[in-house]
Nanobody, 129 residues
């Protein structure tokens, strides 16, 4: 069983930055396909960014392109989300997910929350105006 644990959330003002981290408890296989999601109150969970060791590389939702950057450390057991130029509409619970449920281990963007085998409990991000 792989545990994924998010950290780094908090409260910032508009235009501020936060860096989220997600630690996966096991080896790089589970880290080949990882992603960040967010869910605001009353809204559906949406994929914010994803990273895949295969040809599809990285994915960003249109709403965060140019402001958020997803990355992994080496070895790939920690996932990061650098969030810059934050806006009040970025306020949400942010979740990390790891390992594709598919036999080939691939991510095909956009990737559904339930297409990941391991999912975290979330970290809150609040952006005030």
């Amino acid at each position: 069983q792989v545990q994924v644990v998010e950290s780094g959330g908090g409260s910032v003002q508009t235009g501020g930055s936060l860096r989220l981290s997600c630690a996966a408890s096991r080896d790089t296989y589970s880290s080949n396909c990882m992603g960040w999601y967010r869910q605001a109150p009353g809204e559906s969970r949406e994929m914010v960014a994803g990273i895949y060791a295969g040809p599809d590389g990285t994915f960003y939702a249109d709403s965060v392109k140019g402001r958020f950057t997803i990355s992994q450390n080496n070895p790939k057991n920690t996932l990061y989300l650098q969030m810059d130029s934050l806006k009040p509409e970025d306020t949400a619970m942010y979740y990390c997910a790891a390992q594709s449920v598919y036999n080939d281990g691939a991510c095909r963007w956009p990737f559904g929350w339930h297409e990941y085998r391991y999912r975290g409990q979330g970290t809150q991000v609040t952006v005030s105006s």
